[in-house]
C-alpha cells in the first residue's frame, strides 16, 4: 500500500514542497514506496532512478541490521 501510494503521490508531494531535484526525489521515493516508487524515479530520470535504488537498498540493510537489534532489545519475541 504504501508503495502504490508513494508511486501515484510522490512526485507531487515532492512538487508541493518545492523541491526541484531528481536526486531528492529519487532517494524518498526509494525509501518511502519500495520497489514500485524506485519504477515510478526510472520514469522520471535515470537520475532519480538511481537515488532510488540508492535510497531503497540503504533503508533493506538498515532495517535488516538494526530490526532484531530492536526486537531482542526491548525483548518481543
Do not use: C, K, W, Y
Amino acid at each position: 500500500m504504501t508503495g502504490i501510494v508513494g508511486a501515484v503521490l510522490g512526485q507531487a508531494v515532492v512538487r508541493l514542497v518545492r523541491v526541484r531535484d531528481d536526486r531528492a526525489l529519487g532517494l524518498g521515493l526509494g525509501i518511502a514506496s519500495h520497489g514500485i516508487g524506485m519504477a515510478r524515479a526510472f520514469q522520471v530520470s535515470e537520475t532519480a532512478g538511481a537515488f532510488a535504488s540508492l535510497g531503497f537498498a540503504i533503508n533493506a540493510g538498515l532495517t535488516a541490521m538494526l530490526l532484531p537489534l530492536l526486537v531482542d532489545g526491548l525483548g518481543l519475541l
